[in-house]
């Protein structure tokens, strides 16, 4: 593959334009910045001339950038607080739905009812490369909202109007690819987040051979900033371990050749579009395009980590009571607390059926309080409509991958014709759809079909942090 | 069709996308469509799976085309009344919010109060080319409203949304040359709103000589059709009348000659996007655009119809008392009601005087019914910032320009250095800054400043036609 | 003019550069011009600077363009007689080369044979838009070697040039379409040779609808000129007349359900370029595009005039003795001396039979002075390893082709397994390859297989009558 | 700087174009690859259906890159001797054209004076990225040719070809950046020949800053590998030494502030096209380009390598009598045969004085047997009508530098106003344009003013090796 043209012309003035604007002078020193831009966003609000709508919310943005964090917390605050919705107004358009709801009424009311920040926030907007600001500024609120829950709110706004601009029709795949430029190529270094990328040496071994792929989402408004992207290897077989993609001896197929395509690593960029879905997009569009590309591919399927499970087998071999674990299974897993064990041929051989049982468990019994699988990667191919496929021992010797998952990975299938049922299944019913080898490995005798509320997943927060842990992987 | 791209392939992959998507199969007879089309909609409104999202959506916008004026009206309806906010959870949250005004319940009010066709819309976008047929929805609605006022409800969730997704850091402005795709000329052609555009030889005279240039913008969910564009003639002077700038045998001048930019025709493409806001943008990016590539250009100006000038004229001479007619100007006014007095020199010059001076009370006096002035196209440019610079006799003679001003055009000047002083003067005291000499032609002893309310503005609707007249040139 | 382009900027830029080079001045007023202009060329040939040679050869251009008839031909002339060889070194070249045939006297002979105007067309093509305007040039001088055989020579040189400057390797095939900028749209109607376009509702007739496609070859050098076109229209069947394809109500099929490709018109647009071959290139390449983008297509046919036909056949009927026809055919024939003959139905079934049979005999039997077929077009496509497929009676009733052909089309057949050993049969065995329908049609009795030297074509000048006809169709 | 979109699609068409081509299958193993080559050259000369053409021409090509240096060595002769001019129509040429040279006579005896290995040539670059291919086939022939001189008729033929293939006219100048496909970036890497870059990170500080550039000439057949390539830093002055330049912690400035445009690498990327001159076109159109970005800059200057001066003074010290240096010179200097002089400041200040005029002598007036100075850098920039700036001493202390010229560097001025004139002066008269304080350097009564023929430069072949150590960095 090789593309060589990458963004128009066209696109590209959407960010020369913002070089040409006047700015508001930048931003001086201030006793009391907030205030100063909580004044700026009054003016902005209320100003109704366009050109200096944008020299306002440049300066506005500017002053963002340069604040410290109390002032970035304390400027989200006044959002909440100063730029709610207009309560005077809210009242009377209560009162007036309350003694007539006409059509009228409503509509008052849902105006009255918008908190002044979501208008605040779209002529923001208006600033050169606001968008891009705007994300990134969402990326500190969520860091604050941890300790400030009643950020919430605010959070609402822009993750309301995100919802908009990065609607879905709007964002555009590209293959990357050797020819891509390097500061993009420099972004897919940096935002790899499941199998690092040691340089551009090993970025070349991942892009330039001609059984390897590699497609992000783009925005028109972060032009050369990748919203997700995934990593595709083109194989003649399912692969059981990641080092069969990629060691650096390993034999280049002609893409021709291939019948599978093997999803690899699949990185979201922007946290501050956290929650702002894209990823089932993008797997769905590459197998598309991967399809037209090279008629001969009849596999898609992933080779994915298991961040949750080694949290949550933890917990059941202390627990008590495991439904999960036979004393068989428990006395074969201690294995797992030797260091090294997994160089040791007579360890690893003794160690695999149990531990492989308890992941099928842990897949297919196991839930948080949501009445979902504990495995955030899981729940999120199982809710694209992929089928559990196989589990894979020691697929990732890595040491992330053996601290999270006694090395295990996964690969989730994603046929075309089932991917609707499938989704539908999981959910409506929360049923994991699994291969049989896969569901064998449970008897079906054994434990309770899901867990009863207050159940392992709600005891503590293991599995939250897992989540969290698999935030910058996907969605959720 | 095989098209030659106008815009990159990376922005084509946008459109192309939808041509691979599975539908729901063709729209069948149906006895109720609105009735089925109203199940889709709460289909896709819960639906989880989002590529069954875009085969819904899809589903949902191809039937709408396929709907007759009735069924079009009755589907609105439904939008109206079954797409409402959720009246339980609403009243459940105004409950809430009474109790107790925490940032939690203004947050679950605001969501409350949303009406659920909003995020309707929202759905409606992922289907293949969503964005222009929800924008042929809106000029449907529009239509409508105005037998069913109840429907502005409905209108204002595509106005918010069309207000976020048309967001100006989305727009592009492109030149429109006679380099530029067919397709994308033809559309110039039919949306010329000011002065037609009579085929193919008269475009090519409007855009390939050297002093002529059109600036269009676009967005990257509609990129084969322009938003708004303007025309602009390169001369030595400012014109006074359009057959100096368009007549067939002008001499072409070369551009590096130019000394004046005249924006003679500026029109809007989609009636679905009224009320949306892009031509002040549009004026003042053109002018930066040529300023940088014609250094020696230095004044702005445009040629500009005035399209209330008629029926306002005709008001105040056949009213009783008329503040802005003195006897002597009505008596010198008849000669207007006599046909082709334009072609009779002497006609010309008794009615020059008295003509332009109404003229001049028109502008500078005569306000509607929110103190603006009556004419749409002067609302539009000193908005803007602009100033009223000349009135011009005789400027255009084409039965339109005679019907609805008797001939009369205006040139408004841009002077950056003065926009947005103007543009305040104007948004904030309803001040019309005009040059001296046309304030001259008013005396400043004679009538009132500006109209009471009841005033002619006010008395009949000849205004309102007149704005809408002027409604696909201008966004009011 | 300011051009969005059509090609990239990479590519604009090879012409704006020559915008900012210094230029000689323009041409003066000149007793001499064609004097003047030598000497420039003499300095041009010396310069070492290569800056100043690019101001030179744009000198030299510039006064060129501006050159009337006879000093062209004065110029053209000094072309031969001046900057030829330099005989001195020649001679010497030719005994030393004599006294030693060593390689390196072979070199010295070689490039001391080599006309001196080969280096100064090679340096005026330095120009900006050198390559056009020396295109152009050739045009001239294709004109004046009619009557000036001694500038045969001159042209070589260009040949020569020109062979290498387009190069097949630098071609581009690009679809044109109704998407394709205004500006090279407007070459294509004025360019079609074969059935001319009307205006710009006929060239969007033959380009918007889904079951048309037209593809051109461009040049780097010439940006926005295409080289030669091609019309096709997608069928689902093999069409006999070219009002099938034409007619402004005809039913558009859609694209995926054809199976038959036509060519229905071919036209070189630089008459510059004549024998500088692209056309067999450009029909291979239209074929394999076409068959990616629409694998159903299984039949690529053209559709095609016979230029020569009618020349031909009024020669054999005027003949005393004509292998070609039967008594009995000359007696049917009879009736295309009639008026309007082909608006009367039993004039046309008469005439059918001989008239078809005798273009049978046209294309298998009748030979040129080269033994090669007699028609232009027949030439080409044969040459290119076509088969004559079928002849359509009354296939084009324009004028043209009724006064060129009587009315008669046909179609030549592209079978792309076949091609190489067609072609080798026509270029080394002079074998015209047929469909048996046609080859039924001449007895294999009658007459000579080949026509004997000093035969009919080499009679009168006829021939070469029609094949300058159809040379703006291809190039022989 | 940031371009994004590198190459249109239109220009990728032609590589890709190549992939769908029938090959003739792979060269199989042959005792006599060379002969069979050369039978399939002779079927390539006389064929005359171009598709098979171009598989023929592949299929040479492909052969080609699989000989042995033997081979290689083997199919050049067979070049030489085999395709050369047909003797036999040169012999009748010949005759013809003493019986009477007449223009068709002429036209004749070039025609077949003309070798055959021309027309070969032309025919192989059908191939599917053949341009590339021969390209490469003259970097071996150059190689061959030093023990071959012979080869010299057959190198002649490929440089007269490609010196109409690579027409300044077709070459495209790009900014090469960090937003540059990384493959192309890669070969920048590669080639750069003056100051070796390091790695991705430190081709990201030669490219990112914004007081740097990057200017690549490319040509439409070698579309991902540039044909030269100069680095430009922008710069508040003339720098002195190459460590301003490219030190990590230097302070980058504003490119609007920068005053001086500093050239301070250039590397021709393509062996194969030695002789064949970009470079004198690059800097010319690069400080256009730059003027028109930024016209603050007032001064183009290089930071340019003096890679023959240590062999000369070398030379110069070892004679018994040298013009360039006095005893006290020849004393001082001694200093030089101590390592690490260069660390200690007692012995740079000693040195500086001799060391610096003797290089105002080297530059001055030393001469290679051409008449032209002995420094290849200096005849590329004085060549193109620069004029030597100023000598800087320790300007650079690489290794290299040190060796090749005891770490002195040099400024060119390019004044575009002088740039013909210095030309001239130089090309003409061999006259050195150099600053007063240079000139001032060597006295006027000393030495001859330009060395005598058979003087230092012609005793040994030190100069020429120097030429070819320059030979990457400049055309000569």
């Known amino acids: 593959m090789n593309t060589t043209s990458f963004f128009s012309d066209m696109l590209q003035s959407i960010t020369d334009r913002g070089r040409r ?34 020299a306002l919310a440049k300066g506005i943005l500017d002053r963002w950038q340069a ?10 605050v006044a959002l909440l607080t100063r730029f709610g919705p207009n309560t005077d107004r809210l009242e009377r358009a209560i009162e007036a739905y309350r003694t007539d709801p006409s059509p009228k009424a409503l509509l008052e009311l849902s105006e009255a009812a918008e908190p002044r920040r979501q208008e605040l926030i779209r002529r923001l907007n208006l600033a050169p490369n606001g968008t891009a600001t705007l994300v990134g500024m969402r990326e500190v609120l969520l860091a604050l909202k941890r300790d400030n829950p009643d950020l919430e709110a605010v959070d609402a706004d822009f993750a309301h109007l995100f919802g908009s601009w990065f609607n879905r029709g709007f964002l555009m795949l590209r293959p990357i690819s050797w020819s891509t430029p390097a500061d993009i190529l420099e972004k897919i270094i940096r935002y790899e987040a499941v199998h690092d990328i040691g340089g551009w040496d090993e970025l070349r071994r991942r892009l330039a051979p001609e059984d390897r792929r590699c497609f992000a989402f783009f925005h028109p408004q972060l032009l050369d900033d990748p919203l997700i992207f995934v990593e595709v290897a083109l194989t003649r077989d399912m692969p059981a371990t990641i080092s069969d993609l990629l060691s650096e001896d390993r034999t280049i197929i002609a893409a021709a050749d291939a019948t599978t395509a093997v999803f690899y690593s699949i990185s979201n960029c922007q946290e501050g579009l956290r929650g702002i879905s894209f990823g089932n997009f993008l797997i769905k569009q590459v197998v598309e395009d991967l399809r037209r590309e090279l008629p001969r591919l009849d596999t898609f399927v992933t080779l994915s980590p298991v961040p949750g499970f080694a949290d949550w087998l933890s917990h059941e071999r202390r627990a008590d009571v495991s439904d999960a674990l036979t004393p068989a299974d428990r006395a074969a897993l201690a294995v797992l607390d030797e260091p090294d064990w997994a160089d040791r041929p007579q360890a690893r051989t003794s160690v695999e059926p149990a531990l492989t049982t308890a992941a099928a468990w842990y897949f297919l019994r196991a839930r948080n309080r949501n009445g979902k699988p504990l495995d955030p990667v899981a ?13 894979n021992f020691l697929g990732d010797r890595s040491d992330r991958a ?4 006694h090395g295990l990975m996964v690969n989730y299938l994603y ?36 867990p009863t509320a207050g159940g392992p997943a709600a005891k503590d927060g293991s599995y939250d942090a897992a989540r969290r842990q698999g935030s910058k992987e996907f969605t959720s």
């Open 415 to 450: 046929k075309l014709e089932d991917i609707e049922t499938n989704h539908e299944a999981f959910a409506s019913r929360g049923e994991v759809v699994a291969a049989p080898a896969v569901r064998r490995l449970v008897p079906a005798d054994r434990g309770p079909r899901a």
């Open 21 to 54: 604007l006047l700015s508001l002078g930048p931003p001086q020193d201030d006793d009391d910045a907030v205030g100063s831009m909580e004044k700026l966003c009054e003016t902005l609000l209320s100003s109704r001339g366009e050109a200096s709508g944008m």
């Open 379 to 391: 729940r999120f191919h199982l809710g694209n409509g992929a089928r559990l496929e196989r589990i």
């Open 402 to 405: 053996m601290r999270q998952a």
């Open 67 to 76: 604040l410290d964090q109390q002032d970035q917390r304390d400027f989200m």
